[in-house]
Nanobody, 114 residues
Framework: QVQLVESGGGSVQPGGSLSVSCAASGSFFSIMAWYRQAPGKERELVAAITSSGTTNYADSVKGRFTISRDNAKNTVYLQMNSLKPEDTAVYYC??????????WGQGTQVTVSS
């Protein structure tokens, strides 16, 4: 049974930093990613990473966010620096198997506000 458990997030002032993590179990995941959804907006890709470490970022977070993963722990991390109010959203972890089955975490709130 596949399970994704997210942790981290919270509230921070603009310019601050936060991190989120997602521990996956039940399968091998070729791609792990973070998405976010702000109120009234569609869910969007923030960053993704393959099992070999290739990364991809949304233009809006390049240079500020860093995605990483620990394959031994089946865990993906997102370090968020220089946060802006527009980064406020629920952040979701997504894990994709080699057979292209997708699994989602429960979401964790990130709020950037002064």
């Amino acid at each position: 049974q596949v399970q994704l458990v997210e942790s981290g997030g919270g509230s921070v002032q603009p310019g601050g930093s936060l991190s989120v993590s997602c521990a996956a179990s039940g399968s091998f995941f070729s791609i792990m990613a973070w998405y976010r959804q702000a109120p009234g907006k569609e869910r969007e890709l923030v960053a993704a990473i393959t099992s070999s470490g290739t990364t991809n970022y949304a233009d809006s977070v390049k240079g500020r966010f860093t995605i990483s993963r620990d394959n031994a722990k089946n865990t993906v991390y997102l370090q968020m620096n220089s946060l802006k109010p527009e980064d406020t959203a629920v952040y979701y972890c997504k894990a994709q198997t080699t057979f292209h089955a997708n699994y989602w975490g429960q979401g964790t709130q990130v709020t950037v506000s002064s």
